[in-house]
């Protein structure tokens, strides 16, 4: 609170002066290539909240700066992040969809001193890569560890099989989802890790199928291969309403329902955010969207909204000062009200704290929609709380 | 035990017909006019754009839709082949490559351009849906329906280029230009012919994948690699080499990634290695 | 200090145009000090296309799985940097030999093949590489990259947000690199190379001491490649997967023959050209930049077949 007060009345001295300048914020994404439609989405929701909120804050007008990665290439991003604090001289780094380049930025925030606001990119150790850096997305051990220890107390299931994606966030997925079903006393009897780009999965829904699981576990990147394996689940004879088949919220992404169809019925997701969330803030919010976007938002699209919420409410704070300690120090420990349920900033890891939603696919006035059956609320990134003890 | 191995047989045999669906295009373009079409993906892109459009928002049928998207996938060929491909005939192969990858560039930020970056899906008809029961086994109904198109397809091929005086023309024009010009052959048209019937076979290919593998504006390179493992190993200019490649490649990928799913990632490449290694100019290649 | 005397010596005579090529590479430092970051990264592809042009242009080997030694060059680098020695120009030389290594075995089995299956074996090789990597994430880092790379300072200066360092680095050693390549150019090797080259067809009448002669050139060419890789781990800090991916095999051929395949200058004019184009382009339209590069290509081709330096050159000895 102290350092609060300090920071508010240097603030206010400085505030004066600095009105007539601007504040630069430089966004990195991956604007081509295979992650195109993520950074598509939570680009147009930081357009909506720009819109929403107007162009200046704290008497500060503000400039975007936008850069395109291509898809991961770390060696490009931090160039990227170099060239924007560099070349366009800007305060604060925001985007950043995928782990490798939001650590290779993370050097530039923590050698530069700015405020970095990561958006999307997952792993749980990014925010340690810069004291100035927070996260409005969320960790894959929160929702896959939350949804494991909810599949034996709440799901009833026992015995379950694991099948990820081969590769660094599949293998964080795995890892917690079986901490949690496993402490909470369920048993892995199998798992199996298929490539990363993997087109047709036949081959590895029929070896789950073998072992006859009561439940199956499954990480897949977004894009085309949640409905390529919902199929294959539904033509080996899986059904999700009685073999329970859970996954992180891409599974049951709305292309991935449109592309499934009823075979993607009982399909069990843990989520921090879905378009059919049933509050007023997230039916405005999505009204907005689709005025702007003319889809609905997902997942990307919140992680931009709030943490250009982020942004602009610690630039409010530092009444427009933007040097990378004060904003990090006004981020640290902010709560709002997100179109995702109440959320926060953990003031010791930066890192989100937020509800974790499970939910289920049902038919709902005749279209595919998440139903939210259960919620956990303020799950923090439970990688760091280990780390801590 | 056995209804697994017949299952792995009949899945991978259907990943690979799609394969060689999406590949034979490539293999009449680049084994007979000898032309490297990178861009060759693009044009499967254009045929399953237009089957997305036309299933979901024209309100055709899939059937229907499968012609439309060889035509699109033909039409579009025959504008660009007209306008652009047709003066890098005679120009070096990497001159080739270097246009055709200019090609594939455009197109890709063009799809991204005119239908969003976002995963397309289309509507099968409920007879494709679902999984059809034989032998006390159950197998998907679209994969049993893929298999039965691409041998339809293959047939169809090689009795046109094999058997009819269209084929002689079109493989006399293609394999001795001057020969064929001085027998009354209007080469330049065989040329124009057999690259649109490359487009229209991608086309057609890229339509019957949006339902297993999706379709975005990524598509024009996602597939790239694996289509020309197919051409190569089968053997440039081959029909029934591509068949059997994409056949072989579809059947031991599946069966590794289900006996052995750790070496899942490297077995389709491994294969392919071995194969050229053996066999240069691939199974049924001449050169 | 004699053998560098001898080395410089042994040079063929400089042209005017390319001593004020140089020369002018060191302009950014004074006319675009907030580039150096991007034109560090040009002259790491330059070095990369190169190394390419070597085996490409002059021994008629095209490979597909360029970046394989690349990428052996980076991690190697970021390895030793990670559990070793942080010093760069100990790790650059280390990287070096193990690309060299892995280079000279791989040549034994690439320079048996021509055609479609010599471009499809080296695409493999490459991919089967890029999927090891990425299954032994325990060592690499898997998808996530390789974390924990710290380079020490070169020669006391510190790698900088600038990217002065880094370009002073990238450009010395580009340098170096270009003048050995013009030796081995214009060296017996070179000459052989390039007979080779034309007589392609003829390959297995002149037999096997053409196939070592283009083992030689395959190994240097990795040695290079791998030179390039670790100059990109070490003055970004960072190594992916990324660096053995097709798509990099894939940029640096399309860089090479935009540049102009089998001309010292080709891939490093190729390079600054793509790489220029690319940030202009994207910077201003970050979501359709593709298609101006793309429109860029096509253009290349239509206008100036063989490449921006060979279609030139034609113009010019037309004009004559």
């Known amino acids: ?238 059904d999700a309403r009685k073999t329970k088949v859970m996954g992180q919220l891409e599974l049951a992404s709305e292309e991935a329902r449109k592309a499934m169809g009823d075979t993607a019925l009982g399909i069990i997701t843990s989520a921090h955010y879905d378009d059919n969330l049933d509050s007023a803030r997230n039916r405005e919010f999505v009204k907005a969207y689709n005025g702007l976007a003319g889809r609905n938002p997902n997942f990307f699209a919140v992680g931009g909204y709030d943490g250009m919420h982020l942004i602009y409410e610690a630039l409010k704070k530092t009444g427009g000062k933007t040097d990378g300690q004060a904003l990090v120090d006004a981020a640290k420990g902010m709560k709002w009200e997100s179109p995702r349920g109440p959320i926060a900033i953990d003031p010791e890891t930066r890192d989100i704290v937020q509800t974790v939603y499970i939910q289920r696919v049902e038919k709902v006035g005749g279209e595919l929609k998440n139903v939210v059956v259960d919620k956990v609320e303020n799950v923090k990134d439970p990688v760091k709380a280990r780390m801590k003890k | ?78 504008v660009l082949e007209r306008m652009l491909y047709r003066r890098l005939y005679r120009a070096s192969d990497l001159d080739q490559c270097l246009f055709t990858i200019g090609i594939a560039f455009m197109s890709v930020a063009a799809a991204a351009y005119f239908f969003g970056t976002v995963q397309q899906s289309i509507d099968t008809p409920r007879w494709l849906e679902g999984t059809v029961a034989a032998f006390g086994m159950r197998f998907s109904a679209y994969r049993l329906f893929l298999i039965v198109a691409s041998l339809a397809v293959a047939a169809l091929l090689v009795w046109a280029l094999e058997r009819t005086r269209f084929g002689a023309r079109v493989r006399a024009a293609v394999d001795n230009q001057r020969m064929a010009r001085g027998l009354g052959i209007d080469v330049d048209r065989a040329f124009m012919i057999t690259f649109a019937l490359g487009g229209g076979l991608a086309g057609l290919g890229g339509a019957l994948a949006v339902a297993m593998i999706g379709l975005d504006p990524g598509f024009a390179f996602t597939y790239l690699v694996y289509v020309l493992i197919v051409v190569a190993v089968g053997g440039l200019g081959s029909i029934g080499g591509s068949l059997a490649a994409a056949a072989l490649l579809g059947i031991s990928d599946m069966a590794g990634k289900y006996y052995f799913p750790w070496l899942g990632a490297f077995l389709i490449y491994l294969v392919m290695v071995g194969l050229l290694m053996w066999r240069p100019a691939g199974l049924f290649g001449k050169r | 200090m004699a053998s560098a005397s001898a080395f410089f010596a042994g040079q063929v005579r400089w042209h005017a145009a390319e001593v004020a090529f140089w020369l002018a590479t060191l302009l950014p430092f004074v006319a675009a000090p907030s580039y150096l970051s991007l034109a560090s990264q040009i002259a790491i592809t330059a070095l990369f296309a190169l190394s390419l042009d070597l085996i490409l242009g002059y021994g008629g080997l095209v490979s597909l799985g360029h970046a394989a030694y690349f990428g052996v060059g980076a991690y190697t680098a ?117 007979g080779i080259r034309e007589n392609a067809q003829r390959m297995p009448a002149i037999g096997a001491s053409s196939r070592a002669h283009l083992r030689k050139a395959y190994t240097i060419a990795a040695v290079m490649a791998g030179i390039a890789g670790a100059l990109l781990t070490q003055t970004t800090s960072t190594v992916s997967l990324e660096t053995l991916s097709f798509g990099r095999s894939a940029d640096v051929l399309v860089i090479l023959i935009l540049g102009g395949a089998g001309r010292l200058y080709g891939g490093i004019l190729g390079a600054i050209l793509y790489m220029v184009a690319r940030d202009q382009f994207s910077g201003v339209n970050p979501q359709y930049w593709y298609f101006w590069i793309g429109l860029l290509l096509v253009a290349v081709v239509m206008f100036l077949p063989n490449g921006v330096l060979g279609g030139a050159s034609a113009l010019y000895k037309k004009r004559q």
């Open chain 1, 1 to 238: 609170m102290k350092k609060l007060a300090v920071a508010l009345t240097v603030a206010a001295l400085y505030a004066g002066q600095a009105a007539a300048q601007t504040v630069k914020i430089g966004i990195i994404l991956p604007y081509t290539g295979q992650f195109a439609d993520g950074a598509k989405q939570m680009d147009d929701a930081i357009k909506l909240y720009v819109q929403q909120h107007g162009e200046s804050v704290a008497g500060k007008k503000l400039e975007f700066v936008r850069k395109d990665t291509g898809g991961i290439a770390p060696a490009v991003a931090k160039r990227l992040a170099q060239e924007l604090v560099v070349r366009e001289q800007v305060d604060i780094l925001a985007g950043f969809l995928l782990t490798p380049n939001a650590m290779a930025a993370g050097d530039v925030s923590a050698e530069a001193k700015k405020f970095m606001v990561v958006m999307n990119a997952a792993t749980s150790i990014i925010t340690t890569k810069s004291p100035y850096m927070a996260r409005t997305s969320l960790t894959t051990p929160q929702l896959n560890e939350s949804l494991g220890a909810w599949a034996v107390k709440k799901g009833g299931l026992h015995k379950v099989y694991t099948m990820v994606s081969d590769y660094g966030p599949g293998h964080d997925a795995e890892q917690a989802f079986q901490n949690g079903f496993k402490s909470a006393g369920g048993e892995v009897i199998g798992s199996v890790r298929f490539p990363p780009n993997n087109p047709d999965f036949a081959a590895f829904v029929q070896r789950a199928k073998d072992q006859n699981p009561e439940g199956i576990f499954v990480f897949v990147p977004g894009g085309a291969q949640p409905a390529a394996l919902g199929k294959a689940l539904a033509e080996r004879g899986i």
């Open chain 2, 1 to 78: 035990m056995l209804g697994s191995i017949v299952g792995v047989l009949f899945d991978g045999l259907a990943y690979g017909m799609l394969l060689f669906l999406l590949s034979v295009g490539l293999s009449v373009t680049l084994g007979m006019m000898n032309f490297v079409n990178l861009a060759h993906c693009s044009f499967a892109m254009v045929g399953g754009y237009a089957a997305v459009w036309l299933t979901g928002r024209a309100g055709w049928p899939f059937l229907a839709a499968l012609p439309a998207a060889f035509i699109a996938g033909a039409g579009v060929s025959l």
């Open chain 3, 78 to 194: 970021g390895l030793l940097s990670k559990h070793w020695l942080g010093e760069p120009l100990t790790g650059l030389a280390i990287s070096a030999l193990v690309a060299g290594v892995v280079g000279y075995l791989s040549s034994h089995v690439i320079v048996r093949f021509r055609h479609l299956a010599l471009i499809m074996l080296t695409l493999g090789f490459g991919l089967l590489l890029f999927e090891a990597a990425n299954s032994t994430s325990a060592i690499t880092g898997g998808a996530d990259g390789l974390q924990g790379v710290e380079i020490s300072p070169l020669l006391g200066f510190k790698f900088d947000l600038y990217g002065r360092t880094a370009y002073a680095y990238s450009l010395a050693v580009l340098f170096l690199c270009f003048l050995a390549c013009r030796r081995v150019i214009h060296s017996p090797l070179g000459l052989a190379l390039r």
